[in-house]
């Protein structure tokens, strides 16, 4: 299972931080992701890590101002949100790509939780 929080309500500029407790998988198996989905859109790739978070890769519009990171000890995965905008508003999902690697796209994954929202005003 993954549990995806620290979802809120933030101005413009603020910053949040997202965390997505796993349990019941071999978490250095999977690289992990994160995904969001505004309303009215589809879900987007925001960050991917590899299962030793050695390599990281970002969507364009969030790089410089998010940050992906695991800490396999604690079997946590957390995306740092800095700088945020009002179109970084969606709910967010994190989510578990069997194999070392993990993809852009969420067919690339195996297993998601549930959301987060994050709210940035203006």
């Known amino acids: 299972q993954l549990q995806a929080s620290g979802g809120g309500l933030v101005q413009a500029g603020g910053s949040l931080r997202l965390s997505c407790a796993v349990s019941?998988?071999?978490?250095?198996?999977?690289?992990m992701g994160w995904f969001r989905q505004a309303p009215g859109k589809e879900r987007e790739f925001v960050a991917t890590i590899n299962w030793s978070g050695s390599s990281t890769k970002y969507l364009d519009a969030v790089k410089g101002r998010f940050t992906i990171s695991r800490d396999n000890a604690k079997i946590t995965m957390y995306l740092q949100m800095n700088s945020l905008k009002p179109e970084d508003t969606a709910v967010y999902y994190c989510?578990?790509?069997?194999?070392?690697?993990?993809?852009?796209?969420?067919?690339?994954?195996?297993?998601w939780g549930q959301g987060t929202l994050v709210t940035v005003s203006s």
């Open positions: 989510a578990a790509s069997r194999g070392p690697i993990g993809g852009s796209t969420p067919a690339s994954y195996d297993y």
């Open positions: 019941g998988l071999t978490f250095t198996g999977y690289a």
